[in-house]
């Protein structure tokens, strides 16, 4: 994922969806919303909590309401884009540019930051500590580089790798699947780290 340092900068690095960004953009700047990039992307927050960020995909641009769950929704545009992942957290995805509806956006931050106001949010559930296989372990404890590389990497990534080994059934599997991954770990990169 680039990192971006204005969102000026990200709007103009997008490679498709610039305007209907640009569009999204001065629709939340006519808010009490505060602008800035956090996780590489913009994201706009009400007293230092967050509020909505936006980003552009393949098929659709689209706002994260962050505690989206709250919302009311009268326009039935959320949805939960991981579900038993996230629990807050809510999508509104537009595949074109007519989809933007500029007073119902405004309608949703509003209310949005009635929630801040309110002191009202969904805070995670704390996680569980990332159980590491033994075939792993065994691995990162072989190689002593892979090994400090693991423990630098956030807590995510330590999840990922381990979730990846941990579902394969063969033994053959896991080996193939450390061999493939210790390069990533020395690098200090995660397993999906290409696709974000």
């Known amino acids: 994922m680039q990192s971006f340092k204005t969102v000026d900068e990200f709007i103009s690095q997008a490679k498709q969806w610039k305007e209907e960004l640009m569009q999204l953009r001065e629709i939340?700047?006519?808010?009490?919303?505060?602008?800035?990039?956090?996780?590489?992307?913009?994201?706009?927050?009400?007293?230092?909590?967050?509020?909505?960020?936006?980003?552009?995909?393949?098929?659709?641009?689209?706002?994260?309401f962050h505690q989206g769950?709250?919302?009311?929704?009268?326009?039935k545009k959320l949805i939960n884009a991981q579900e038993g992942v996230t629990k807050a957290?809510?999508?509104?995805?537009?595949?074109?540019?007519?989809?933007?509806?500029?007073?119902?956006?405004?309608?949703?931050?509003?209310?949005?930051?009635?929630?801040v106001e309110d002191g009202k949010e969904i805070k995670p559930l704390p996680r569980k500590k990332t159980a590491i296989p033994k075939e792993l372990a065994a691995a990162l404890k072989k190689n002593p580089a892979?090994?400090?590389?693991?423990?630098?990497?956030?807590?995510?990534?330590?999840?990922?790798?381990?979730?990846?080994?941990?579902?394969?059934?063969?033994?053959e599997t896991k080996e193939k699947?450390?061999?493939?991954?210790?390069?990533?770990?020395?690098?200090?990169?995660?397993l999906n780290d290409k696709y974000r």
């Open 28 to 64: 939340l700047r006519e808010t009490k919303l505060t602008e800035g990039i956090k996780w590489g992307a913009p994201i706009y927050t009400y007293k230092g909590k967050n509020v909505v960020g936006m980003a552009g995909f393949k098929s659709y641009v689209g706002l994260w």
């Open 69 to 75: 769950v709250l919302l009311k929704d009268p326009k």
């Open 89 to 115: 957290l809510r999508q509104w995805r537009m595949a074109s540019g007519k989809e933007i509806d500029a007073r119902a956006i405004k309608a949703y931050v509003k209310e949005a930051i009635g929630h």
């Open 146 to 171: 892979a090994g400090k590389a693991f423990k630098l990497l956030a807590p995510f990534k330590q999840r990922e790798y381990s979730e990846y080994i941990a579902e394969a059934a063969r033994p």
């Open 177 to 190: 699947r450390i061999g493939k991954i210790l390069p990533l770990v020395q690098k200090g990169m995660g």
